[in-house]
């Protein structure tokens, strides 16, 4: 990543935290259980945490002090956190986000706009226009 832009740089990054969206796998399935586990960490995944994702972080924080040339060490690493923090959320819960969004008040005019808002979505996927 050295070398790309810091725009592709970014856009490299997001794909390789996004991956797991996309595949069914069993590499897969271990970075969605990953992604979980950050949200009530164990002994185990703090202690993989601090081994391990120090590598991961560097690259993270080196791509954003190319965003941010001028910013202290401790905001270029509360950036990075944000950054992959971004991409984790969509892996954690691709599931849920899967499915239409759920309204609390049915009756109330909502269940008709999430219906429309699902047949623009699904014209906009085939290309046709809304």
Known sequence: MQNMSRENALSQFI???LHPLGERGELSRHLRIF???AV???AVYRKL???EAAPFMVLAVDLVRRFLPEADQSTL???AVWL????SIFVRSREQLA???VFACHGCGHDRTAYKARQHL????????A
């Open 15 to 17: 794909q390789y935290q």
């Open 35 to 37: 992604n979980w586990e």
């Open 40 to 42: 009530r960490p164990t």
């Open 49 to 51: 945490m601090s081994k």
């Open 77 to 79: 690493m509360m950036a």
């Open 84 to 87: 992959v923090g971004q991409c």
């Open 99 to 101: 499915n239409p969004p």
């Open 122 to 129: 699904g014209a906009r996927r085939l290309g046709a226009a």
